[in-house]
């Protein structure tokens, strides 16, 4: 049984740093990701990581910002959110999947965690 669990949410004022953690268990994944859903908007992806090359892709609203990563070991994804801005309010969620064919499909993902509030005050 697959499970994501996300942990590291909270609240924090713009400028500020946040690191979310994804537990992974029950599978192998070709692709693991990081999305988010503000309050009255789409799902968007925010960053993936491709876990045999450990290549890695983000969306603009973030490149620069925010970091993914992958501890092979314990198979934590993580994302390391820097000078947070009001807009990056939303419920970020954890996804992974094992088929490439999906991972190259747009909200392809298979495998959801519960999702962790992240909140950016001005």
């Known amino acids: 049984q697959v499970r994501l669990v996300e942990s590291g949410g909270g609240s924090v004022q713009a400028g500020g740093s946040l690191r979310l953690s994804c537990a992974a268990s029950g599978s192998s994944f070709y692709c693991m990701g990081w999305f988010r859903q503000a309050p009255g908007k789409e799902r968007e992806e925010v960053a993936r990581i491709y876990t045999s090359t450990q290549s890695t892709i983000y969306a603009g609203s973030v490149r620069g910002r925010f970091s993914i990563s992958q501890d092979k070991t314990t198979n934590t994804l993580s994302l390391q959110m820097n000078s947070l801005k009001p807009e990056d309010t939303a419920m970020y969620y954890c996804?992974?999947?094992?088929?490439?064919?999906?991972?190259?499909?747009?909200?392809?993902?298979?495998?959801w965690g519960q999702g962790t509030q992240v909140t950016v005050s001005s």
């Open positions: 996804a992974a999947e094992a088929s490439p064919y999906k991972c190259g499909q747009v909200l392809g993902f298979n495998y």
